[in-house]
């Protein structure tokens, strides 16, 4: 009786240790008890009733993130590609989770694939290949309404290719170089005329300096002449002011005009206009001539 009742003993502590149960952090345990739902275990310590209940379900409450293979789709304008998705979600309830839908993976694929192909068929090539952010919202809001009876909460869906059929990427990158030879010669364009352009109004530039020192030099020199002009004139009036100012004689003053009649008449003129008194000058003159010889004797 002592080993048997021994025995048991060691049994009753082995099932004890058996069905006590940690459940970790970020983790959710479905209870299920004679075969229906009893509860959901949160992270800490639980000690199951052996043979009766039983863990139905480990539940992750982590974000996963699936990765679809590419899904066929035709767009509005008839061209066929492909197009594979990545879906982020998390288990927000485990007991839906474990009884809301038999296999939730494959049920998202096959969701997010008929959204996917509703939504391009709704776009043309040009605008599913620039309007991924309004396809992600699109999928997103979809998926979200209809996981939510799972437990299921969608966080983000992300387009991850979409993948042209070969001859429609031969026609884009026709496009993109023509696209980009046409820049490049517009830019070499905007280059030579600006370059035009400079040189054009260095030359006026130049021009403008050199008709500028042309001027400058002009009226250096007119006022030079100008200068020198009023310096004789002035000497003149000079000249003729001390005259005056020396009271001369008659005779003084005939002398003189003979001394200009003298001067005009030196070859180069070729009419000559003789004064009525001419005689009466020369009369003059030879009247001085003696008066400075019996000077000298």
Do not use: C
Request: glycine share 6%; no cysteine; proline share 4%.
């Amino acid at each position: 009786m002592g080993v048997f009742g021994l025995i048991i003993l060691v049994i009753i502590i082995a099932l004890l240790v058996t069905n006590i149960k940690i459940v970790p952090q970020a983790n959710a345990y479905v209870m299920e008890r004679l075969g229906a739902y009893n509860g959901t275990w949160s992270v800490g310590l639980h000690l199951k009733v052996p043979f009766i209940d039983k863990i139905a379900r480990k539940v992750s409450l982590k974000e996963h993130v699936i990765d679809f293979p590419p899904q066929p789709v035709i767009t509005k304008d008839n061209v066929t590609m492909e197009i594979d998705t990545v879906i982020y979600f998390q288990i927000t309830d485990p007991k839906l989770y474990a009884y809301g839908v038999a296999n939730p993976m494959a049920a998202i694929e096959n969701l997010t694939a008929t959204t996917l192909r509703n939504i391009i068929g709704d776009l043309e090539l040009d605008e599913s290949l620039t309007s991924r952010e309004i396809i992600n919202s699109k999928i997103r809001i979809i998926l979200d309404e209809a996981t939510d009876p799972w437990g299921i909460k969608i966080n983000r869906v992300e387009v991850k290719n979409i993948i042209p059929p070969k001859d429609i990427q031969n026609a884009m990158e026709k496009q993109m170089r023509a696209e980009r030879e046409k820049r490049e010669a517009i830019l070499r364009a905007e280059g030579d005329k600006q370059s035009k352009i400079l040189i054009a109004e260095g030359e006026k530039q130049s021009r403008i300096l050199e008709a500028e020192a042309t001027r400058e030099a002009a009226i250096r020199v007119a006022e030079g002449e100008a200068s020198a002009i009023r310096l004789v004139q002035q000497a003149k009036a000079d000249g003729i002011k001390m005259i005056v100012e020396s009271n001369p004689t008659q005779e003084v003053i005939s002398l003189q005009s003979l001394e200009a009649f003298t001067a005009a008449a030196d070859g180069q003129a070729t009419k000559m206009i003789i004064p009525s008194d001419i005689a009466g000058l020369a009369g003059l003159a030879g009247s001085l001539k003696e008066i400075v010889t019996a000077d000298k004797n």
